[in-house]
């Protein structure tokens, strides 16, 4: 292991302690707060597709988000681990009756049906949990490299779907140490904070 590869290690442990360790009161308000601020983006309002999360492992509950957006007649995905490529994710359409099972890491996803498979290009935005991050817009997930694989290939997409960390605000660091593959977040939204950490390109 790199001492980089230590760091991320060791920090990914600390902040996932930080996350589970909130309350269940704690997690409620966090998701209520959070609610009012993702509905606040104006890539929010703008948006027809959006990709969720069935989160796990103290990761800010999104239940309130795709309420919300099903209410307003928005199409939801949720990932699930690619069939083939196991490192990878698709992402699959998700309703309030969408049937679930759990995959190899014991966390809810939809039962794949390639009719259900909603192309990343498709999408408006992709709401991604965050283990970790930093005000420059730079995310440390669990450790897979699933999301990076997944969106390694969002910059041909034009129009790109805008990419939305979501997390507690105690999972915010200094400086994260960056990754050549990392791909960083448009977007991070807290129940405190909405940080955007650069400009992003329009395309
Ligand atoms: N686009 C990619 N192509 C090939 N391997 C990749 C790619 N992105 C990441 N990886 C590999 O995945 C592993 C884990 O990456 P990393 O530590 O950044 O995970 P993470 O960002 O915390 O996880 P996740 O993306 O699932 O949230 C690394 O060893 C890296 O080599
Ligand atoms: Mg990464």
Same mark, same amino acid.
Request: proline content about 6%; hydrophobic content about 35%; glycine content about 4%.
């Given at each position: ?14 902040? /996932? ?28 309002? #703008? ?11 103290? #990761? ?23 069939? &083939? ?8 359409q998700f309703t309030a009756t969408t049937?679930?099972?759990?995959? /190899?890491?014991?966390?809810? #996803? ?22 970790? &991050? ?11 490299? &699933?999301?990076? /694989? ?11 779907p805008w990419l939305i960390g979501t ?32 400009? /992003?390109?329009?395309?």
């Amino acid at each position: 292991m790199t001492n980089q590869q230590t760091i991320r290690a060791q920090l990914r442990q600390q902040l /996932r302690k930080r996350r589970t360790s909130l309350s269940l009161h704690e997690q409620q308000s966090a998701s209520d707060a959070l609610v009012k601020n993702i509905t606040k983006l104006p890539q929010w309002q #703008e948006a027809s597709c959006i990709a969720g999360y069935l989160a796990n492992d103290g #990761e800010i509950d999104l239940t309130q988000v795709m309420h919300h957006a099903w209410h307003q007649q928005r199409r939801t995905t949720v990932p699930v681990i690619h069939p &083939f490529n196991r490192k990878n994710l698709l992402f699959l359409q998700f309703t309030a009756t969408t049937k679930r099972v759990k995959n /190899r890491f014991g966390i809810d #996803e939809p039962i794949l049906a390639c009719p259900s498979v909603v192309p990343l290009k498709q999408h408006d935005i992709i709401l991604m949990p965050l283990v970790g &991050f930093d005000e420059a817009g730079n995310r440390l997930g669990m450790g897979g490299g &699933f999301y990076d /694989r997944a969106l390694a290939s969002s910059h041909h997409c034009s129009p790109r779907p805008w990419l939305i960390g979501t997390a507690h605000d105690c999972q915010c660091v200094d400086n994260l140490p960056v990754a050549s593959w990392d791909v960083p977040c448009d977007v991070i939204v807290t129940p405190s904070r909405i940080i955007y950490p650069t400009s /992003r390109d329009c395309c």
